[in-house]
């Protein structure tokens, strides 16, 4: 089943981060935690501060976030289609994104960049555009993996993957702390909010999604999701 929602955000930093937007998938009920190994960065689990040097000058206008939650793997795939825009002309630009996820693919103005043009080694992924860009322009950015669980939510930042008392999956964010880019490509800074959102998550039958902002439909996708 696919949910999807319009968001206008006061605060990407803090807003987009929680309840997807605030995610949260559920059958009723609750107990249980999971358990997996965490490789976040240090980076990654700090949230604001001083921006990098490749994100100075870069504004986010738009962001469409396509996630696809696999509860049984504890894996979310995330397809990021995002609308950008530089204040100067830029060859070089990075964005922030938890390094535990693959990277499988990275799309500029609807064109796929070469791996050898971004790296993500420490949760700043860094991005070596084709052509000089100055004002708005597009990045798709298609990412898999296991993302960080919150051990102790809402204290703790990450997923929470749980089950209801008959077995079922309830799963949520918390990342209220460490900010977005725990599941989302983003400019995990105050000053990096993204102006609208668009929010499509896919989960398994017969799971719900729910997220803050404004619900626009749903589709079945197959018998399964």
């Not at 009723?28 to 501060?49: F, L, M």
């Not at 993204?194 to 803050?212: F, K, Q």
């Amino acid at each position: 089943m696919s949910l999807i929602l319009n968001h206008l955000l006061s605060r990407c930093f803090f807003s987009i981060p929680i309840l997807l937007i605030g995610l949260l998938i559920f059958s009723p009920g609750i107990e249980a935690v999971n358990r997996t190994k965490q490789k976040t960065s240090d980076y990654t689990k700090r949230s604001g501060g001083q921006v990098a040097v490749l994100k100075k000058g870069l504004s986010m206008p738009h962001a469409d976030l396509r996630f696809t939650v696999f509860p049984e793997e504890k894996k979310i795939g995330g397809i990021a289609i995002l609308t950008l825009s530089a204040d100067t002309d830029r060859r070089k630009i990075a964005l922030d994104l938890d390094r535990v996820f693959k990277i499988r693919e990275i799309q500029f103005n609807g064109n796929q960049l070469s791996k050898h043009l971004y790296r993500n080694p420490d949760g700043l992924l860094e991005i070596q555009l084709p052509e000089v860009v100055k004002g708005d322009f597009k990045l798709l950015i298609s990412y898999i993996g296991h993302p960080k669980v919150a051990e102790n939510a809402p204290w703790d930042s990450g997923f929470v993957w749980a089950k209801t008392r008959n077995k079922q999956h309830w799963i949520a964010t918390a990342v209220q702390d460490e900010g977005g880019d725990l599941f989302w490509p983003c400019l995990d800074h105050p000053k990096g909010e993204p102006g609208s959102v668009d929010i499509h998550i896919t989960v398994p039958a017969p799971l719900v999604a729910v997220a803050n902002g404004t619900f626009m439909g749903r589709a079945k996708n197959g018998n399964d999701w």
